[in-house]
């Protein structure tokens, strides 16, 4: 944590990568959704999803590269011009190395699936799926879980969690630039569609969010191991705010969820000439500060995985 300026330019690429994998994961669920019937209006926003797809991945991938290259700088103690011996021993010698050259590879898959596509739906989901889903389970094995072995369970818990929390935000950042500013815009005749995604949003954000407070409760006590390591350690510090960050953003998600959607729901059941943007408003209001929320989660996130594990140094 003590790495100057390229400690804290690590931490920004890996804080970006996990929010380019949220996004993915969100872009796919949506796309999913909206690709139920055929509506103009539906058309017009899996054109963007595709677009944010392409982004996402080739994000994903370049920040996961510049990540591994400052850390190869960083335990080498030499500057990011002279890491390359340092990063090819790391790579060939080491089960970090060769974890991030798996995840590597399957970001590479997406970035080229999501470029040999120019049609929406999104084409390719199983293969874009089972990549990202590898994807996760080498960022698994390159992180803390892995001191209790290969395809251990905690590694695989920590698969599930980093799965659900990716669920989560990127559904919520995705919903909030994306599909929310184009569902104001949406015709009358199409609110049928509207309606669902936002119904499929609210349940897919609750179960992954009962995941994550399961998986995310056995890795905390794993990591964390006593009590008093919550405030004497910097890996405990940073996971309150990190608890009390997620802790914030179920709030906002369950007012949307039991205040704000039942009366956007029924706004949207009404005629034409009844039907007022109000709700839809405060519904993408609150969602717009969860995802701001959420974002800051992801942040924390790549903090935890750079922090030591308490009693280890």
Not at 139 to 164: K, M, T
Request: hydrophobic share 55%; glycine share 6%; aromatic share 10%.
């Amino acid at each position: 944590m003590n790495d100057g300026f390229l400690g804290i330019l690590r931490l920004a690429s890996v804080a970006l990568q996990n929010i380019s994998f949220a996004i993915l994961i969100g872009v796919l669920l949506s796309d999913r959704w909206l690709s139920r019937s055929t509506s103009r209006w539906q058309t017009s926003v899996s054109v963007h999803l595709l677009l944010t797809l392409r982004i996402a991945s080739f994000t994903a991938l370049v920040s996961s590269a510049f990540a591994f290259w400052i850390h190869c700088a960083l335990m080498s103690e030499s500057t990011l011009e002279e890491a390359g011996p340092a990063a090819r021993a790391m790579l060939v010698e080491t089960d970090f190395g060769h974890a991030w050259l798996a995840g590597a590879g399957f970001m590479l898959l997406v970035v080229i699936l999501s470029l040999v596509q120019a049609r929406r739906p999104i084409r390719f989901k199983p293969a874009i799926w089972l990549a990202l889903a590898g994807v996760a389970l080498a960022r698994s094995h390159g992180g803390h879980p892995i001191d209790a072995g290969a395809f251990s369970l905690p590694v695989w818990v920590d698969w599930v969690h980093l799965l659900a929390i990716s669920v989560w935000v990127g559904l919520v950042l995705v919903a909030t630039y994306i599909v929310m500013p184009r569902i104001c815009r949406a015709p009358a005749a199409e609110r049928a569609g509207t309606a669902a995604f936002i119904q499929s949003l609210s349940d897919a954000a609750t179960l992954a969010l009962v995941a994550i407070f399961i998986t995310g409760a056995y890795s905390g006590w794993r990591g964390v191991n006593a009590t008093e390591y919550l405030w004497t350690s910097t890996y405990g510090r940073v996971l309150m705010v990190k608890l009390a960050l997620v802790g914030i953003a179920a709030a906002l998600g369950g007012h949307n969820r039991f205040f704000e959607m039942p009366r956007l729901l029924t706004s949207l059941a009404e005629t034409s000439s009844e039907f007022t943007a109000r709700p839809l408003k405060r519904f993408a209001a609150v969602l717009h500060v969860e995802s701001i929320v959420l974002a800051a989660v992801l942040v924390s996130a790549a903090v935890l995985v750079s922090s030591p594990l308490p009693g280890t140094t």
